[in-house]
């Protein structure tokens, strides 16, 4: 079955009008900020849609726009039209393609290979102004990442991963009866204890990422403030981590791993 074509309208890009194709779409909103187009089934309803940009029918509710980057398709690029992206895998053996929440992490992507991001959940991420940007930079590469995974049961396990390899350094658990925030304060004073028991200098002062708030408060705390009545075990790994920070300093900075713009942290567990 032929692919239905399809017709572009591009109202803010570097050249509006109307496209045939959606390459050269891409083209007119590829590094515009705030870009506005949509895609018609016919000629004569994109021509209307230019002509008259009001008549075009929009959601009260403004619906979050994706980019999936195809690497390997009939068609490799980054589409807006999942049903597009269906068809440009469709048959294709191996096909590799992710979803994106951000174009300007979309454009990297395509550019890179699919490996680096095969792992992580990159939808929630999204674009920010030059000014937002350049005040979050980009991740520090020498760090250490850490998360923790938890079930509807209680059930956790938290891990340590180089940021710049994603190889593993620590994986612990799981555990019964706990929660995703006790997982996520255990790897915190987990990689500061791993960090500081080395002789190297470097070490002792580089960064952790964690994309947890609360146990980033809770580690600054020196204390682990869960309403949760977690197991024995449990509770003496607390008790364990708790007094490991009263008992030692540290000069690591804790950061936070900003997700909407980097992805997943490296050391997520790949099962939202």
Known sequence: MAKKKKFYVVWEGHLPGIYDDWGKCQDQIKGYPNAKFKAFNTLAAAQKALKDPDSVKTSTKKKKTYYYVVWHGSEPGIFTDWDEVRE?????????????????????????????YKDGDYKKTKDLSPEELAKIGD???????????CNNKGDFEYQGVWTFSDENIFRVGPYKKGSNNIGEFLALVHALAYLNSHKDP??????????????????????????????PEVQN????????????????????????????????????
């Not at 364990?240 to 900003?258: D, G």
């Open 88 to 116: 440009n895998i469709k048959g294709v053996k191996g096909a590799i393609y992710k979803t994106f929440g951000s174009q300007t992490l979309a454009e990297k992507a395509f550019t890179e290979h699919p490996d680096k």
């Open 139 to 149: 991740p520090i590469e020498l760090s250490l990442a850490v998360d923790a995974a």
């Open 202 to 231: 470097k070490m002792k002062k580089m960064p952790i990422y964690s994309d947890s708030r609360i146990a980033m408060s809770w580690v600054k705390a020196k204390i682990c403030r869960t309403n949760q009545k977690p197991t």
């Open 237 to 272: 790994l607390i008790q364990r981590a708790e007094k490991w920070l009263r008992m030692n300093s540290f000069q690591n900075p804790v950061l936070k791993w900003e997700t909407k713009v980097w992805g997943e942290i490296p050391a997520d567990f790949g099962r939202k």
